[in-house]
């Protein structure tokens, strides 16, 4: 297994319509997954993509080291060489082990912006046998992806993860209604795609927020968005305000 690599990037990273400058035209995908695959120099090759990530997995040649791959991959994608740190800097990546943990995890409905939510595994399917047809899944890169919808199907069926309040802002509002209710706004910690996704949820469950960012103008743009108040975290810390919870 330490020849699996993936790349790529989610809703963690990026914002949603981000992600789109990196995913590959429907119409294309049996032209240019093989091309990319020859690119790359990987015989074994799969693409994913849903509306919360773009990922790239593949088994790394026994001679190329699995950094390589990642300005490899951009130029594949891009058409032009990337500037020093450029291909580092947009693509996350993921390498033995680790690549087929995320591969597992990510099947399974744990690294979705709904926990447990259950599409994600018929997304991974339907890559995995694209890849099949392709001829790019070969005894490796099938072993993981059988094994990673057999873990999805365990942790569904052993566990409540796919149902209940699961998302970081039903979880907020569940915790208000715990403890009777927020008796100040609720601290956002942090501008980014996710607590976006959740102060959108918080406001329109008609609690009130607070935007706390290390820098003071993207705290500004996303309370101006929720009618929220806005802070600097060296604000925060200096003079912290009366919070329902953080």
Sequence with gaps: MDRIGILGL??????????????????????????????LGVREFAYLATCNRVEFAF????????????????????A????????E???????????????FVVAAGLD?????????AAQVRACYEQARELGLAGPRLSRVFEEALRVAKKVHSLT????????LAELAIERMRAVG??????????VSPMTERAGRELTAAGLRLCVINRTLERAQRLAAELGAQAMS??????????????
Excluded at 160 to 167: D, E, F, P, Q, Y
Excluded at 233 to 246: N, V
Aim: glycine share 10%.
């Design 181 to 190: 209710g927020a008796r100040g706004p609720l601290g956002l910690l942090g």
């Design 59 to 78: 088994v790394a040649a026994p001679e190329t080291p699995l950094a390589e791959y990642r300005p490899k991959l951009w130029q594949a994608l891009t």
């Design 89 to 103: 800097r947009a693509l996350r990546a993921w390498g033995g082990e680790g690549a087929v943990e995320h591969l």
């Design 112 to 120: 979705s912006p709904r926990v447990g939510e259950t599409e994600i």
């Design 160 to 167: 409540r993860v796919s149902t209940g309040h699961v998302s």
């Design 233 to 246: 975290l060296e604000e925060f810390r200096a003079r912290p305000p009366a919070l329902g919870a953080l």
């Design 80 to 87: 032009r060489a990337p500037s020093p740190g450029e291909a």
């Design 10 to 39: 989610s809703w963690r990273h990026v914002a949603p319509e981000q992600l789109g400058r990196w995913m590959l035209a429907p119409d294309e995908l049996n032209e240019r997954l093989p091309r990319i695959a020859a690119q």
